[in-house]
């Protein structure tokens, strides 16, 4: 990353903003697609912070997105109603909707640090069945608040994501995570992937660095969790169980731990693969079996990527970082 | 003299075992001390001990006047005490400039919210850090390799580029575990004459381990030896080669 950074972020913000235009006259269709990709790109960048750079298992990440996803449908659901006065204008509901998501960054990232922080002294295996634990309690709690619909979720949820939204957040995403892993200070969170004795020896606290790592992958998480509630319309805690995690798992280890342009290529294959499958399977009746087989050939893909090239697909740098 | 780094009575016990027991040490500033023993004596204990991996049992170890219990590895790492590693422990995944990179950043006031603005302080300070790391690599001829990764350079280089990475983070007295293991008899004398250039350059104090008789008796002033945990002797390199004790715990023979 150079000079140009801050420019460069500048201009994706704009071009989501040009996007965003002409989304009344592109297919509703591809709208959707691309909405998606650009939420699986948050998701995905934000988890290869913790499981690529940092180096730690996390199998949680869909239980920050669904923090964040109820904490911004609360905010527009509920809240709004009584801080917007009625028929006010699209401008000040959309900056209400901004306050919505950034609330629901915080409370995820509040959430990153209550599961951070005790269970960091826990490496590799540990650490992993602890946050797939942390997605499960997070899903039976929302299971059981009543207000927030309990098993069935919320629906009614206000239509505020749009491309801009979703395009500007995966920008800001993918600039605040480079950014900060590319200078001094982010090497910090590489060396502790790479030798946490050594880093220590060498003064970085590690400690510091994986929490911080948490905090903010948990931060987008919940940002993401917030542009989705408000795309589905509809959110239920069934949508943010286990497999959902294992979804961005999948995404940062195809594209390769610690490469984010890789991982931003796999978050947008990955989000084609089950749409090309539907279309194959449309084509005639005895390939119908192949839009029911997304959970095979992702468990193919993974076994063979595994096999064959463990650094990742679009990894293609000398040193591949191959060690989770 | 003033010692800048203090071990005393300094005892720590692994269930039954004791692997240090009562070790008294001294290092003055700018001394080059050896600390030399049998294998499991507990020469990388004691490396432990002092670098704050672990805790004693009993005992007192202070640093610049400082106890330095209940303090972290890398709070002590700021306070001045670096060490390199028996088995060489780079960051593999990085390049030769980001090893020595990482290890300079313990000194900066502000880290995250520099490195997002990315104004105008964050790139002088970035500037200022390459330009250090340019100039220790070039100190010890590694600056060719800047860009390669850590784990492609030859073992001697390796081990060289550990040292020049304890070095980045400005050490006062700086530890080095069996440096000259696997190295062949040049790069042992490269090795003999690059500690006592260190020494001379950056103005520390040095503490080594090793199994290398030849190149402890000559770059050494002074030499401790632990046997099973024990301080056995500690003399000059003269006194230690007479001593009855050390000849029959350690070398067998006489060298």
Redo the contacts between chains.
């Keep these: 990353m150079n ?1 140009g ?2 420019r460069l972020l500048l201009v994706a913000v704009l071009a989501s903003a040009v996007l965003e235009i002409f989304q009344a006259r592109i297919d509703p269709y591809y709208v959707d697609v691309l909405t998606r990709i650009g939420i699986n790109i948050i998701l995905a960048v934000s988890l290869n912070l913790i499981n690529g750079h940092t180096g730690q298992f996390s199998l949680g990440h869909a239980g920050f997105m669904a923090v964040g996803a109820y904490t911004a449908a609360a905010m527009t659901m509920f809240a709004g109603p009584h801080v917007l006065p009625a028929n006010a204008p699209t401008i000040v509901v959309m900056l209400w909707f901004l306050v919505a998501l950034l609330a629901a960054g915080a409370v995820a990232a509040a959430a990153g640090l209550l599961v951070g922080a005790p269970s960091l002294r826990l490496k590799g295996d540990y650490l992993a069945i602890v946050t797939l634990g942390f997605g499960q309690i997070i899903s039976v709690v929302f299971r059981n608040i009543e207000p927030l619909g309990g098993a069935l979720g919320l629906n009614g949820i206000p239509s505020y994501t749009n491309l801009f939204w979703v395009f500007a957040a995966a920008a800001l995403t993918v600039y ?1 995570i480079t ?2 892993v590319n ?6 969170f ?2 502790t ?3 946490e ?10 400690t510091r660095c994986k929490i ?1 790592a948490f905090v903010i992958g948990a931060f987008f998480a919940g940002i993401a969790g917030g542009l989705y509630g408000h795309f589905t319309l509809t959110i239920s805690p069934r949508g943010f169980d286990f497999t959902k995690s294992i979804e961005i798992v999948v995404m940062v280890i195809v594209g390769g731990m ?1 490469n984010t342009i890789g991982v931003i290529i796999a978050a947008t294959l990955l989000t084609l693969l089950p749409e090309g499958l539907r279309m194959l399977s449309g084509v005639s009746p005895s390939l119908h079996w192949i839009g029911e087989s997304r959970p095979l050939l992702y468990s193919l893909l993974l076994i063979g990527l595994m096999l064959l090239r463990p650094q990742g697909l679009f990894n293609f740098r ?4 191959t ?1 989770t | 003299m003033s010692a800048l780094l203090q071990l005393e009575k300094v005892t720590i016990r692994f269930g039954g075992l004791t692997a240090v027991s009562e070790l008294d040490l001294q290092i003055g500033a700018q001394e080059l001390v050896g600390l030399i023993g049998p294998n499991g004596a507990g020469k990388t204990t004691a490396f432990n001990l002092i ?1 704050g ?1 672990y805790q004693p049992t009993s005992g007192v170890i202070s640093f610049a006047g400082n106890p330095t219990m209940k303090q ?3 709070q002590l ?2 306070h001045g005490i ?2 390199t ?1 028996q088995n060489i ?7 030769v400039f ?1 090893n020595v ?6 000194h ?1 006031a502000r ?2 919210r ?3 603005w ?1 104004g105008k302080s ?2 002088h ?2 500037e200022k ?1 390459a330009a250090h790391v340019v100039e220790l690599l070039e100190i010890f001829h590694l600056e060719k390799f800047r860009d390669e ?1 850590a ?2 350079l030859s073992y001697g280089d390796q081990r060289r580029l550990e040292i020049v ?2 070095l ?2 400005k050490p006062k007295l700086l530890l080095l575990d069996e440096p000259a293991a696997g190295m062949n008899p040049t790069e042992k004398t490269e090795l003999a004459k690059l500690i006592r250039f260190l020494r001379e350059k950056f103005q520390i104090s040095i503490l080594l381990v090793e199994h290398d008789m030849p190149l402890v008796m000559e770059i050494c002033e002074r030499i401790a030896v632990l046997d099973y945990g024990i301080k056995i002797a500690e003399g000059t390199p003269e006194e230690i080669r007479k001593n009855p004790k050390v000849i029959a715990a350690y070398l067998g023979e006489e060298i």
């Excluded at chain 2, 990179?101 to 313990?106: F, P």
């Design positions: 000079l950074a801050k605040v950014a900060m200078s001094t200070y982010g090497r910090g590489i060396a992937h790479d030798d004795v050594a880093a220590e020896a060498m003064g970085i606290n590690t911080v610690g000398k040193s591949a970082r060690k | 670098t991996v972290k590895p890398f790492a700021k670096a060490r590693f422990r780079l960051f593999a995944s990085m390049s980001d990179r990482a290890a300079t950043q313990l900066r880290g995250i520099n490195a997002l990315r964050f790139r300070g970035e850090t990764p784990k492609s990475r304890a980045a983070t």
